[in-house]
């Protein structure tokens, strides 16, 4: 079974358009996390929830919406798409916030166009 | 200048060799993550170190505090630990921020 999971794995899309990426974790953790990684690779934390409840947000713009249905569930919604969003889209879970071992989904590959 | 930077940044060996990845921060932290990154695309969590040493098969993870310094070296390397190797660290002020360093690609030939 997947411990964390991301669905589509692929998204290719038109400027302008609004989108979601889903992500769930069996794991039980209390945490989650999505993470942006760039064409250069380089890594960047968007959000985390813990139990539901937003606790980190970093400069990230407003047309990314993060929404936790439950602790297993963080989906990411990005609303007027723009070719800068294009990006691997990684959510993660852990049972610690930040210290705690970080399990990875597959990633979500976004190509805006 | 990152806050996080990761050296080299490229690395090709023989299989057989020692590898050692460094990692240095110009913050203070509270912990720090080594993870792998397959060619593939998947991100694997490796350690997660606060202080000293850790190990893991073949894998072996230190961290100087004082030095704001890491190091992760691999005995043994095989082709299958060909990947990017990413260090990120976590503040030890505010929000606890997590960074992350570049990433050290590493290649290593049968």
């Known amino acids: 079974d997947t411990a964390v999971s991301q669905t589509p794995k692929y998204l290719v899309t038109q400027m302008g358009n609004d989108k979601s990426i889903k992500c769930e974790q069996n794991?039980?953790?209390?945490?989650m996390y999505w993470y942006k990684q760039d064409s250069k690779k380089f890594l960047k934390i968007m959000f985390s929830?813990?139990?539901?409840?937003?606790?980190i947000n970093e400069t990230v713009p407003n047309r990314f919406s993060p929404k936790s249905p439950d602790k297993a569930h963080l989906n990411l919604h990005i609303n007027s798409l723009e070719l800068g969003d294009s990006a691997v889209y990684f959510c993660?879970?852990?049972?610690?916030?930040?210290?705690?071992?970080?399990?990875f989904g597959p990633g979500t590959r976004l190509l805006v166009l | 200048k990152n806050e996080v930077e990761q050296s080299p940044q490229n690395l090709t060996a023989q299989e057989g060799e020692f590898i050692t990845i460094n990692c240095s921060y110009s913050?203070?932290?509270?912990?720090l993550h080594w993870l792998q990154q397959h060619p593939g695309g998947g991100i694997v969590s490796l350690f997660m170190?606060?202080?000293g040493k850790k190990k893991h098969g073949r894998l072996i993870a230190t961290i100087n505090i004082q030095e704001k310094h890491s190091s992760l070296h691999i005995t043994a390397s095989h082709p299958r630990d060909s990947a990017v190797y990413i260090c990120?660290?976590?503040?030890?002020?505010?929000?606890?921020?997590?960074?992350f360093g570049t990433g050290t690609r590493l290649t290593i030939i049968p």
């Open positions: 990120a660290v976590i503040s030890n002020f505010g929000n606890e921020k997590l960074t």
């Open positions: 993660a879970s852990s049972q610690v916030v930040r210290r705690g071992t970080q399990y």
């Open positions: 794991l039980g953790h209390d945490t």
């Open positions: 929830y813990n139990n539901k409840e937003l606790i």
């Open positions: 170190l606060s202080s």
């Open positions: 913050v203070g932290i509270s912990a």
